[in-house]
C-alpha cells in the first residue's frame, strides 16, 4: 500500500511551476487591466493570456481562467483607449495649425513665382501684394483636397479687401484640364498651376492638402498642411485685411 501512494506521488507533476504560472496569469492580467488606460497593457494582458492558457492543463484551473479573462479585457481595454488617444491626436492635428509659428517661412517675404490660371492668364506672386492672399496646394484627384475645396470655396468673397484665393494644382500642368475640373466642381475662386520643382524648392515640399496664408504685406503668417477645419478657416476669414500678426 505505501508502495502504490508513494508511486502516485512520482507520477503526480510538482505543483509548484503549475500554481506559479496560474498565479502569474492572474497577477499579469490585473496589472495589464489597470495599465490598459496607458495603452502598455497590452504587453501585459498578451504575457498574461500566454501564461494563462498553459497554466489551464494544470490543477488550478479557475485562477488561471481568472488570469485570461482579466488579461483579455485588459488588452481590449488597451485597443479601445489606444483608438480614442489616435482619434483624439488626428482631430488636434485637422483643429490646429500644424507648426504653431515654427516653421522657416513663417513671417517672411512668400516666395515669388510665376502662376499660370485656367483662364490663360500667368503673373507673379508678387503682383497680387496690397492684398491677402491664400495659396491652396490641392490635388483634385485627392478627397481630402476636394473637401478643403468645399470649404474655401464658401468662403470666397468678392470684397475688394477679401484675401485672393489660389487653388494651386501640380498633379497637370494642362490648364484646361484644370479649367474643366474647375468648373465641374464650381469652384468660384482661381485655378492655376506652376512650376512644381521651383515651387517645392522655396516652399519646403508642402504635402497636399496644404494653405499659405499671405497677408496684404507679402509676409507669410500662417500655414496649415493636412484637412483644413472649417473653423480654422473662418477664424482665418473673419479680419478679412489679415493683419500677420493677427492670428
Same mark, same amino acid.
Given at each position: 500500500m505505501n508502495e502504490m501512494k508513494f508511486l502516485d506521488e512520482v507520477s503526480s507533476p510538482p505543483p509548484g511551476p503549475a500554481i506559479g504560472l496560474a498565479v502569474a496569469a492572474l497577477v499579469l492580467g490585473i496589472v495589464s487591466t489597470a495599465m490598459s488606460v496607458i495603452v502598455t497593457g497590452f504587453i501585459f494582458g498578451l504575457v498574461g493570456l500566454i501564461l494563462g492558457i498553459i497554466a489551464l492543463r494544470g490543477a488550478h484551473k479557475p485562477m488561471a481562467g481568472w488570469g485570461i479573462g482579466l488579461s483579455l479585457a485588459g488588452m481590449l481595454f488597451s485597443c479601445v483607449? !489606444?483608438?480614442?488617444?489616435?482619434?483624439g491626436a488626428m482631430k488636434k492635428n485637422k483643429s490646429s495649425d500644424l507648426f504653431s509659428g515654427e516653421h522657416s517661412l513663417l513671417n517672411k517675404p512668400a516666395p515669388d513665382f510665376n502662376i499660370s490660371d485656367v483662364n490663360g492668364s500667368t503673373y507673379k506672386l508678387s503682383s497680387l501684394k496690397g492684398r491677402g492672399v491664400w495659396l491652396n496646394l490641392w490635388d483634385p484627384y485627392e478627397l481630402q483636397s476636394r473637401d478643403t475645396a468645399n470649404l474655401l470655396s464658401k468662403l470666397q468673397s468678392d470684397s475688394q479687401s477679401a484675401p485672393i484665393i489660389i487653388g494651386l494644382s501640380f498633379s497637370t500642368n494642362d490648364t484646361n484640364e484644370l479649367a474643366d475640373i474647375k468648373n465641374?466642381?464650381?469652384?468660384?475662386?482661381?485655378? +492655376?498651376?506652376?512650376?512644381? +520643382? =521651383?515651387?517645392?524648392? =522655396?516652399y519646403d515640399y508642402l504635402a497636399t492638402p496644404a494653405t499659405i496664408f499671405i497677408g496684404a504685406d507679402g509676409l507669410i503668417y500662417d500655414i496649415i498642411e493636412g484637412f483644413?477645419?472649417?473653423?480654422?478657416?473662418?477664424?482665418?476669414?473673419? !479680419?478679412l485685411q489679415f493683419n500677420p500678426t493677427d492670428k
Open positions: 483607449f !489606444g483608438l480614442i488617444y489616435y482619434t465641374r466642381l464650381q469652384l468660384p475662386y482661381r485655378i +492655376a498651376t506652376a512650376d512644381e +520643382a =521651383n515651387f517645392d524648392e =522655396n483644413h477645419d472649417s473653423k480654422i478657416l473662418s477664424r482665418k476669414a473673419s !479680419g
